[in-house]
C-alpha cells in the first residue's frame, strides 16, 4: 500500500478511517444478509438510552459510528482535491457521515413501518358477537365452538357459558370475557 504511505498525513488520517470503516461496513453487510445481524453487538461505554424520545432506535450505536466514519472518510477522500480548504473538507465530510446516519434513520424508520402483528389476542373478541358453531353446554360442563371475526379473520374458537341453559347450534351470543384456559366466555343475545 504505498499509495498511503507517500501520501500526506490528513490523506493518510483519512484513509486510516476509511478503509476499516469500509471492511467493517461490508462484515455487517454481509452479517444482515446472511442473518447473523441480531443486534450490533457493542455496547456503549456511556449513556445513549433515547427511549425517551419517539425514535425507533439509540443514536449511539457501532452501526451509526460506522455509517458516519463511511461517509466521513470517502467524502474527504473523494473531495480532497476539489477543496483545498482542510477545515471546510471536515466540515463538509462531517455533514455527509452525519448525512448517511440519518437517511440509515429513516430507511430503518420505514422498515419498522412495514411490521405488522398478526397474533391473535383473545381480549380482541370481547364485545363482539358470533355464531355458536357446536351447542355450548350450560354452566361451564364443557365448552361448544363459535364462529368469530378477530382482527379480520374467521375463526372457530371454543366458548363456555356461565347461563343455566345450553346454547344451540346456530344462535347468536356475545363475548363477555375469556377463562384462564383461552376458552371465551359467552351469552345468549
Known sequence: MDFIENAEPFVKGLWYITLPATLIFLIQTIMTFVGSDASDGLDADF???LSHTSGPFQLF???NLIHFLLGFGWTGLGFYELIPNKPLL???SCGVGIGLVILFFFIIKQIRRLN???TMRLDNAIG???QVY???PAQ????GKVHISIQNTLRELDAVTLQDFAIPTGASV???GTTAAGTLLVEKI
Open 174 to 176: 356475545k363475548i363477555i
Open 128 to 130: 363482539k358477537t358470533a
Open 134 to 136: 357446536l351447542t355450548i
Open 140 to 143: 361451564q360442563k364443557s365448552h
Open 47 to 49: 449513556d445513549g438510552d
Open 90 to 92: 471536515v466540515v463538509v
Open 61 to 63: 450505536t457501532f452501526r
Open 116 to 118: 405488522q402483528d398478526n
